[in-house]
C-alpha cells in the first residue's frame, strides 16, 4: 500500500536493518577494535602495498560503503513453501513481481542523482570461505560483502539490489581520510604502521564520532513514477482467505496492477 499509494520504494541500510548478523560480515569487523585491525592489515599488507595514505583512504571508504550503502532483496523462487511460510504474516502475505530491467528502469526514472546501483545474484557460501583475502582483492568492489551469504539461506535464491549513495558523502570521506592522517602524524613512532593507523583512525571511526553515523539515515525512498511498469504483477498467499484474496484483487484493479491470483501451492489435487 506505501508503494501504491505513497509511489516511494524503500531501501534500507543492510547492517542496521537486515537481521542477519553475517550479511556483510567484513563492513561489521569495522564495529570492533579488532576487527578494524585485522581489515587494516590485510589492507596495508596485501592490498595497498603497505602505502600508509592508500590504507587509509581505502579504510575510509569502507566506512563509507558501512553507511551510505542501501539494499532491497527479491527472489528467484516463483513459489516456495519456505517463503512463503517465512516471509508473511498470518498468511496474509503477498508476493510482488519485478525483473532486473524493471527495478533498474524504475531507479533511473527517479531522478535520484549521485547514485551508483548494483543488482545482481547474490553467492551462497560455506562460512569462512570468504575471508578477507576474497572480499579485500586489489581491485574489488567495495560493496561486494553485500552479495556473499552464508549457504544456511540459499533457499531464499536473492537477486539483490543495492544503491550506493556516493556523491552525497563524498565530502565526508575527504574530511574522515584527512583527520586520520593527521592523526596518524600525532601518533608513536615506535608503534607497528598498521597499529598506528589503527589508533588515529579510533576517534573518526567510532559511532559517536563519525560522521556517516551521525548524519546518514538508516532508509532512503526512491521515487517510483509507473508502478504499472515496475511491478508487472501481484500474487497472494496460498493459504489467504478468500476475502483477502478478493481485498488484493480490488486494490490491484484500482491502482492498475495485474492480478495474478492466488499462488496454488496447497491446492488439492488429484491421485489417479
Not at 502475505?93 to 533498474?104: A, E, F, N, P
Request: aromatic share 10%.
Amino acid at each position: 500500500m506505501a508503494l501504491l499509494v505513497n509511489k516511494q520504494e524503500r531501501f534500507v541500510r543492510p547492517i542496521d536493518c537486515w537481521e542477519d548478523t553475517y550479511e556483510g560480515y567484513m563492513l561489521h569487523m569495522l564495529d570492533s577494535d579488532n576487527g578494524a585491525r585485522k581489515v587494516l592489515t590485510e589492507l596495508y599488507n596485501n592490498v595497498d602495498e603497505q602505502d600508509v595514505d592508500a590504507t587509509i583512504r581505502d579504510y575510509t571508504k569502507l566506512q563509507r560503503t558501512r553507511y551510505v550503502c542501501y539494499g532491497q532483496s527479491w527472489s528467484y523462487e516463483h513459489d516456495s513453501d519456505a517463503m512463503w511460510r517465512i516471509y508473511a504474516y498470518e498468511n496474509k502475505g503477498i508476493q510482488l513481481i519485478s525483473d532486473r530491467s524493471r527495478i533498474l528502469r524504475m531507479i533511473k526514472a527517479s531522478g535520484r542523482q549521485g547514485i551508483s546501483v548494483r543488482c545482481e545474484q547474490v553467492h551462497y557460501v560455506p562460512v569462512g570461505k570468504d575471508d578477507l583475502k576474497t572480499l579485500l582483492k586489489k581491485g574489488a568492489k567495495v560493496e561486494n560483502a553485500y552479495f556473499r551469504k552464508r549457504k544456511a539461506f540459499a533457499h531464499e535464491r536473492e537477486q539483490r539490489v543495492i544503491i550506493n549513495d556516493t556523491d552525497q558523502w563524498l565530502n565526508y570521506t575527504a574530511f574522515s581520510s584527512q583527520a586520520i592522517k593527521l592523526n596518524y602524524k600525532r601518533t608513536d613512532t615506535e608503534l607497528p604502521e598498521v597499529e598506528r593507523i589503527f589508533e588515529a583512525s579510533k576517534h573518526v571511526s567510532d559511532p559517536q564520532n563519525n560522521l556517516y553515523s551521525r548524519s546518514c539515515p538508516a532508509t532512503i525512498l526512491i521515487n517510483v513514477n509507473n508502478v504499472q511498469d515496475y511491478i508487472s504483477g501481484i500474487r497472494v498467499h496460498p493459504q489467504s482467505k478468500q476475502w483477502f484474496v478478493d481485498l488484493i484483487e480490488k486494490i490491484c484493479s484500482q491502482y492498475g496492477i495485474v492480478f495474478k491470483g492466488q499462488s496454488p501451492l496447497y491446492q488439492s489435487v488429484k491421485i489417479v
